[in-house]
């Protein structure tokens, strides 16, 4: 089969792969039928040492049943699966928590193991990982079913995390996929108010039909004194942290309410947050982290499958499978928000 590999910064290639097998008892195999770009993809692609080695790439896929182990009794030929973007068997004490991302018994995708920017994928854990969804789905919702595999459920982790609820008002920072999705959570859950900020106009129009109620374009000290006036003066109860820069974190912990929480999603770029006397004396939580997208997706599906909630909306370039090197290139150069490959 065909799959992606990554050789460097810059160096994407499309080629042939053994095609995957059941090895252990709880094994499927996965024909995918949608998959993306992720943006914590870009950060190895602009940044990783060359290797003779391809890394196999890709976390995000939804795809059907092509062949089960004998230990995956819930799944047969012909399903229609999504996979949350880390696998995990769904039974230690920590998937029974919730926080399947920290699973004694999963991992994550790619590297050496199969990845979802590929023609299929061999999925362990597979009754753990993998969540069923009606076989006769309308094709129009699967950009939007994709998305449970990572993106929604982050912005949606970053909302949970921050404690998001009709009394609270929130700042979204950033405008990228995932903000962008975190401003759909933050609707959901019903936030009071919603400032996006972000400086890309197509996509914070796509933030105020997500439900964002202001928008702020300026950064950096401008746009902390923007979103406190914006709020009433003190700042916002939430901020959903949704970059992984250092400025992205300097800004949350300006425009965030004392009392408040800093919720951080974006895959953090920094070693350091600013955690001396006087962000004590202002009683700032912070949390966030990578999300249990499993913990997540049967609570979000019934949302996508009636169409109330349409994140698929963030896949502004379709492509296929042999296109995705220029993918890649194109989300690197802010060309397009997030691509879905088509394999
Ligand atoms: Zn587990």
């Known amino acids: 089969m065909r799959a992606t590999l990554m050789y460097g910064a810059g160096d994407v290639r499309v ?50 049943v092509e062949d089960a182990g004998p230990d995956v009794p819930g799944l047969r030929p012909g399903d229609l699966v999504v996979a949350p973007f880390v696998w995990s068997d769904g039974t230690c004490e920590f998937c029974r928590e919730g926080l399947q991302t920290s ?23 597979a009754p753990g990982t993998l969540v069923k969804i009606p076989a006769d789905v309308d094709e129009a919702l699967l950009p939007s079913l994709l998305t449970l ?12 995390r921050a404690r998001v609820s009709p009394r609270t008002k929130v700042t979204v920072v950033g405008d990228g996929a995932v903000g962008l999705c975190a401003v759909l959570a933050a609707r959901r859950l019903g936030a009071e108010q919603i400032i996006l900020m972000g400086r890309h106009k197509d996509r914070t129009d796509l933030g105020r039909e997500f439900g964002a109620t202001d928008v702020i374009a300026e950064r950096g000290a401008e746009g902390i004194e923007r979103v406190r006036e914006r709020s009433g003066g003190a700042g916002t109860h939430a901020v959903l942290e949704c970059v992984g820069t250092a400025q992205a974190m300097d800004t949350s912990l300006g425009v965030v309410r004392d009392g408040g929480v800093v919720s951080r999603v974006g895959a953090a770029q920094y070693t350091e947050v600013p955690m001396d006397f006087g962000t004590l004396m202002r009683n700032i939580t912070l949390t966030g982290g990578v999300a249990p997208a499993r913990a997540y997706i049967e609570e979000l599906l019934p949302g996508v499958l009636d169409g109330s909630l349409q994140p698929g909306r963030v896949f502004d ?25 088509r394999p």
């Not at 994550?108 to 023609?119: R, V, Y």
């Not at 595999?149 to 949970?160: E, K, L, N, P």
């Open 103 to 125: 699973c004694r018994h999963g991992g994550l995708w790619g590297g050496d193991l199969d990845g979802g920017q590929g023609e299929a994928v061999r999925v362990p854990q």
């Open 15 to 64: 080629e042939d792969v053994p095609d995957p097998r059941i090895i252990e008892p709880a094994d499927a195999v996965v024909r995918v039928l949608r998959s993306c770009i992720c943006g914590s993809d870009l950060w190895p692609y602009r940044s990783m040492p060359a290797t003779g080695h391809g890394r196999r790439m890709g976390h995000e896929f939804l795809g059907i």
């Open 317 to 341: 370039r379709a492509i296929g499978l042999d296109q995705t090197p220029g993918g890649y290139r194109e989300m690197a150069d802010r060309q397009a928000l997030k691509v879905l490959i």
């Open 149 to 160: 595999s990572d993106v929604f459920c982050t912005g949606h982790h970053a909302a949970v």
